[in-house]
């Protein structure tokens, strides 16, 4: 069994910043990369950033120069800076992962955290 748990999503003004984390745990081989995902009310989920093993990040040209994420790998934990933050930020947030479990390759996804941009 894998679980992805995510935190620090909360309510913050326009510019400030928030910090999400999420950890990968269970029965993990390998994990082939993490990201982060969101979906605003209404809205499909977009992708926000992507990090892959061995590679360098990805991201969504809406968050470049204002998002970085970075990955733990001996924690199996990804993180999301989020900097100089917009109400068009508001979202719920979604970590995946491309891992091998001791069973099968699959994508596994977090049960999402709420980021709220407002004054």
């Known amino acids: 069994q894998v679980q992805l748990v995510e935190s620090g999503g909360d309510l913050v003004q326009p510019g400030g910043s928030l910090r999400l984390s999420c950890a990968a745990s269970?029965?993990?081989?390998?994990?082939?990369?993490m990201g982060w995902y969101r979906q605003a009310l209404g809205m499909e989920r977009e992708l926000v950033a992507v990090?892959?093993?061995?590679?360098?990040?990805n991201y969504a040209d809406s968050v470049k120069g204002r998002f970085t994420i970075s990955r733990d790998n001996a924690k199996n934990t990804v993180y999301l800076e989020m900097n100089s933050l917009k109400p068009e930020d508001t979202a719920v947030y979604y970590c995946?992962?491309?891992?091998?479990?001791?069973?099968?390759?699959?994508?596994?996804w977090g049960q999402g955290t709420k980021v709220t941009v407002s004054s």
């Open positions: 269970g029965s993990i081989f390998s994990i082939y990369a």
């Open positions: 990090i892959r093993s061995g590679g360098s990040p």
């Open positions: 995946s992962a491309d891992l091998r479990s001791t069973w099968a390759r699959g994508e596994y």
